[in-house]
Nanobody, 116 residues
Framework: QVQLVESGGGLVQPGGSLTLSCAAS????????MYWYRQAPGKVREYVCT????????HYVDSVKGRFTISRDNAENKVYLQMNNLKPEDTAVYYC?????????WGQGTQVTVSS
C-alpha cells in the first residue's frame, strides 16, 4: 500500500533553515508529481508546493516563493523540501502528498516550529 513518511522537522530560530524529507513506497514514484502541504494550529491544511515527475518544473504558493525549494530523487523514491529564511508563520505540521489510486494519500507529518 501507499506509504509516505516525513522527517526532518524541528525547532529553528527565525531566519534559520531546515530540510524535510519524504520517503515514499507502494507505488511507482517516478510516475507521479509530488506535493507538500502544511497545517498550522487552528488553520486548514494548505498547499505549499509541487514538483513534476521528472523534477524539471516546480510551483510554490506565494508565501514561500524564493525561500523554499522542492526537489526529488526518483532513484531513492524521496521528495525534499529545503526551507530557508524561515519565519514564525511557517510554523506548522508539514505533510507530503500524492493522489494515486483515486484518492489522496498523506504521511503522518513532521512538525516545524519557528521561534526565538
Amino acid at each position: 500500500q501507499v506509504q509516505l513518511v516525513e522527517s526532518g522537522g524541528g525547532l529553528v530560530q527565525p531566519g534559520g533553515s531546515l530540510t524535510l524529507s519524504c520517503a515514499a513506497s507502494g507505488f511507482t514514484f517516478s510516475n507521479y508529481p509530488m506535493y507538500w502541504y502544511r497545517q498550522a494550529p487552528g488553520k486548514v491544511r494548505e498547499y505549499v508546493c509541487t514538483i513534476t515527475t521528472a523534477g524539471d518544473r516546480t510551483h510554490y504558493v506565494d508565501s514561500v516563493k524564493g525561500r523554499f525549494t522542492i526537489s526529488r530523487d526518483n532513484a531513492e523514491n524521496k521528495v525534499y523540501l529545503q526551507m530557508n529564511n524561515l519565519k514564525p508563520e511557517d510554523t506548522a505540521v508539514y505533510y507530503c502528498n500524492i493522489w494515486v489510486g483515486g484518492r489522496d494519500h498523506w504521511g503522518q507529518g513532521t512538525q516545524v516550529t519557528v521561534s526565538s
